[in-house]
């Protein structure tokens, strides 16, 4: 009996090694830094399908001089940039594209990055929001430091987003820039002279900038945020697009307490293990976000 056991004990560990998205070592590296690059996050099949829905929807956006399209709360589904028009299309955010494309739902639903998520704050997981952040060739647009749980307050702070590269992304193309360590650090205040603008104050921005690293990679790679992590990302000035799908998860313990920016038909949908209908909490203070009157944060981020 006795080799038999060991084969059992050696095959378990195999098992368990092929089941794992993510080694102990990047386990740690995430929750050290708050955040984790992975290449191959997307198939090419998944990353083929997210840039042909993409491309129809900067052609349709050729057709249009101001933002457009409806979500679930009756604001404009695509959003763009000042100075969009037919020949330099600047189409800089879809809302939840989820709701609208079978290949962006289908990525929501698997990818490797997911299962890492899920090893990350598992093994119970929530969908939680989308939208897609592209910066055209030339683009102004600039995404100020912000930390997303600001935007979005829940009962605890075990919220990834997902950011699939969907071109490669180099320093040259406005990549994004993340502040190692910074999600053990403050929860700093978005609101300025009593205006939500989204973003840290001027000090804060300008020390976070001295300490941000760049994530670059070739199309198809994921970065892996927790939500309290300082970040954001400069104009893109080269001549190659900068296009990002974005997917944000939950642990299915983290209770919303604020109303959703992003809102989605799939808002809460259990992408991995199971309900258990069970709130966790950690003590945290803050001042309720503000929703955009328009289309997305670029708006608010555009006052500060
Ligand atoms: O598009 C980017 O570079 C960053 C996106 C981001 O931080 C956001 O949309 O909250």
Request: proline share 7%; aromatic share 8%; with cysteine.
């Amino acid at each position: 009996m006795a080799p038999a056991t060991s084969i059992a004990i050696a095959d378990t560990k195999l098992y368990s090694l092929a089941m794992d998205a993510l080694s102990q070592e990047q386990v740690d590296a995430y929750w050290e830094n708050g955040f984790l690059v992975l290449t191959d996050a997307l198939t090419a099949d998944q990353l083929h399908a997210l840039n042909a829905d993409f491309d129809i929807w900067i052609e349709e956006s050729t057709n249009e001089v101001a933002a457009y399209g409806q979500t679930l709360d009756g604001r404009p589904r695509f959003d763009l940039e000042p100075g969009h028009s037919a020949e330099h299309p600047a189409l800089r955010r879809v809302t939840s594209p989820v709701d609208i494309s079978s290949a962006y739902l289908e990525v929501m639903r698997n990818s490797r990055a997911l299962d890492a998520v899920a090893q990350l704050i598992g093994p119970n997981v929530e969908f939680n929001n989308s939208k897609v952040n592209s910066k055209q060739p030339g683009a102004a647009t600039e995404v100020k430091y912000h930390q997303d749980f600001l935007f979005q307050p829940h009962s605890n702070e075990d919220l990834i987003a997902v950011l699939f590269f969907l071109d490669d992304v180099t320093l040259e193309n406005g990549p994004l820039e993340v502040v190692p360590g910074s999600h053990r650090g403050p929860m700093y205040d978005h609101w300025h002279k009593g205006v939500f603008t989204g973003t840290v104050a001027d000090d804060i921005a300008k020390d976070a900038a001295t300490k941000s690293l760049p994530c670059t990679g070739p199309a198809g790679t994921a970065c892996l945020m927790h939500t309290r992590l300082l970040h954001a990302s400069a104009p893109n000035r080269s001549t190659r697009p900068r296009t990002l799908f974005i997917a944000e998860y939950r642990a299915e313990d983290s209770i919303s307490l604020s109303p959703q920016s992003l809102p989605s038909i799939y808002d809460g949908e259990v992408v991995r293990g199971e309900r258990t209908g069970r709130i966790r909490t950690t003590p945290f203070e803050m001042f309720e976000p503000e929703i955009p009157k328009g289309a997305s944060f670029f708006e608010q981020q555009a006052v500060s």
